[in-house]
């Protein structure tokens, strides 16, 4: 039972313009969810989070936007840079009770020059 | 770098064998957390420990164990190890225990079975 899917295994962008990657979830009470950008042979490293009372996070050149009613959440990454390229994971918790993160399968973004 | 180490990068061994994967967290983490990547999967929650004990289980199989000693170090232990049971195996660690804590992972150990 997939709680957290990432339904692009890919996706292909030019440098400069605008990445999209998209996420959705189906267990309501998930209440925190992040973004992990993982480089190869590396962890996870921390990018933006948000909580359900907000819909939207910024930080520089990202921003998380939660839709809670569609249990969906997208990361948009502008300008994108090459060294945006990695693999992105949506993860998401249950404030309430353990820490821990359901993972979504990631989308490996790739920016072309 | 997270500030999360692990120990070892690489790992082969054979089934039926057991091994010991270690993790020591960030300075002044009190949470550890392990996870398992198998191929073309994401990350898949195993166990938590927060100061010693065991905080949440996840999908962590009875021939797998793990704990947190007082010095705050981790160590996953996987006995009678089967081939599916090749995978990354990523320590992450968090601080006081608020829910909304950062993970901060370490960079993984990859384990082969043959």
């Known amino acids: 039972d997939q709680q957290v899917k990432q339904n692009s295994p890919s996706l292909s962008v030019q440098e400069g313009r605008i990445s999209i990657l998209n996420c959705d979830y189906t267990?309501?009470?998930?209440?925190?969810f992040l973004w992990y950008k993982k480089y190869p042979a590396e962890g996870p490293t921390f990018l933006i989070s948000i909580s359900s009372i907000k819909d939207k996070n910024e930080d520089g050149r990202f921003t998380v936007f939660l839709n809670k009613s569609a249990k969906h959440l997208s990361l948009h990454i502008v300008p994108s840079q090459p060294g945006d390229s990695a693999v992105y994971f949506c993860?998401?918790?249950?404030?309430?009770?353990?820490?821990?993160?359901?993972f979504g399968q990631g989308t490996r973004l790739t920016i072309n020059p | 770098d997270s500030g999360v180490t692990q120990t070892p990068k690489h790992l082969i061994t054979a089934t039926g064998q057991r091994v010991t994967l270690r993790c020591s967290p960030r300075s002044g983490d009190l949470s550890v957390y392990w996870y398992q990547q198998s191929l073309d999967q994401g990350l898949q929650f195993l166990i938590q420990y927060y100061n010693g004990e065991e905080r949440a289980k996840g999908n962590i199989l009875e021939r797998f164990s793990a704990q947190q000693f007082p010095d705050l170090h981790s160590e996953l232990n996987l006995s009678s190890l089967e081939l599916g049971d090749s995978a990354l195996y990523f320590c992450?660690?968090?601080?006081?225990?608020?829910?909304?804590?950062?993970?901060?992972f370490g960079p993984g150990t990859r384990l082969t079975v043959l």
């Open positions: 993860a998401a918790s249950a404030l309430q009770g353990a820490q821990k993160l359901v």
């Open positions: 267990n309501s009470m998930f209440d925190y």
């Open positions: 992450a660690s968090s601080g006081p225990g608020l829910a909304t804590d950062t993970q901060y």
